[in-house]
Each structure stands twice: as structure tokens, then as C-alpha cells.
């Protein structure tokens, strides 16, 4: 599938106030940005796509069908929706990657040889935890 690149029209912003250190600037400047992008009402994805989305995002997604990103990183709000949106990219065409089906390799012979040896190793320590045989007395 071709890989989706979405730009800030496609989503809604939303600014916030960042967590942790950083002292004034923290507590009066709304640097962290919250996007939020609907999956249903995006203009660039093809109804497969969104399939596709809705599928394997399922967990990540808001009731409302939205995917939601948050950068607090930068004490530049630029920054942050530059990250929140590179993430969201990132995000959205690793979904859209095809699976690739595993290949099946058969076992190397060193790999047989150390497999039955392990079972030999195995074998012997349980025969010895066994009680002894002993004769019947006649």
C-alpha cells in the first residue's frame, strides 16, 4: 500500500500546558500539543486503508474512531506538533505495512545434533533420580 503523509490541515490541534521541570515557562505557556486525527473522516486514506487502520489500531484509537498523539518534549510548542506529527506518520504507514509471512527454514543438522543431545542429557539425569533396581532374593 502506498504510504500515507499527512500535514497539519489533516488533523486538529490542540495545545496544552507540558509536565515536568522547566519552571515559569511551564506553568504559563501551552508548549505540549495534543493531535487528533479521525480515521473515518480523513480525506487522504482509501476506504481500504482505513480498513486496514481500524483493524490493527483498534487498541490505540478513541471511541469515537480518533487517533490520538502527544508531544510535550520541546519547550517549543513548533517543535512538539512537528514530533506529534512525524509520529503520527510514523504510526499510521508502519499499520499500513503489509504483514510479511514468516519463511519456514528447516533445522540445521548442528541444531538436530544438540537438540538430541540435550534429550540424552535430559534422560540420563531422570534415570538417576529413579531408585535402584534391586534383584529378588530367591
Same mark, same amino acid.
Given at each position: ?12 490541534? @490542540?495545545?496544552?500546558? #507540558?509536565?515536568?521541570? &522547566? ?6 505557556? $501551552? =508548549? /505540549?500539543?495534543? +493531535? ?10 482509501? @476506504?481500504?486503508?482505513? #480498513?486496514?487502520?481500524? &483493524? ?6 478513541? $471511541? =469515537? /474512531?480518533?487517533? +490520538? ?70
Amino acid at each position: 500500500m502506498p504510504k500515507a503523509r499527512l500535514d497539519i490541515r489533516d488533523v486538529e490541534r @490542540e495545545t496544552m500546558f #507540558s509536565s515536568g521541570p &522547566g519552571g515559569q515557562n511551564v506553568n504559563k505557556v $501551552e =508548549s /505540549g500539543v495534543r +493531535l487528533r486525527f479521525n480515521i473515518a473522516e480523513s480525506q487522504k486514506l482509501t @476506504e481500504g486503508q482505513k #480498513s486496514v487502520l481500524f &483493524g490493527r489500531l483498534g487498541s490505540r484509537l478513541t $471511541e =469515537s /474512531g480518533e487517533l +490520538l498523539v502527544q508531544s510535550t518534549e520541546s519547550r517549543s510548542q513548533y517543535d512538539n506538533t512537528q514530533n506529534a506529527l512525524e509520529r503520527l506518520n510514523k504510526i499510521i504507514n508502519d499499520a499500513l505495512k503489509p504483514i510479511k509471512k514468516r519463511v519456514k527454514t528447516k533445522p540445521t543438522k548442528a541444531s538436530r545434533e544438540k537438540r538430541l543431545e540435550d534429550k540424552k542429557h535430559q534422560a540420563e539425569k531422570k534415570e538417576q533420580r529413579k531408585k535402584p533396581k534391586v534383584p529378588p532374593r530367591y
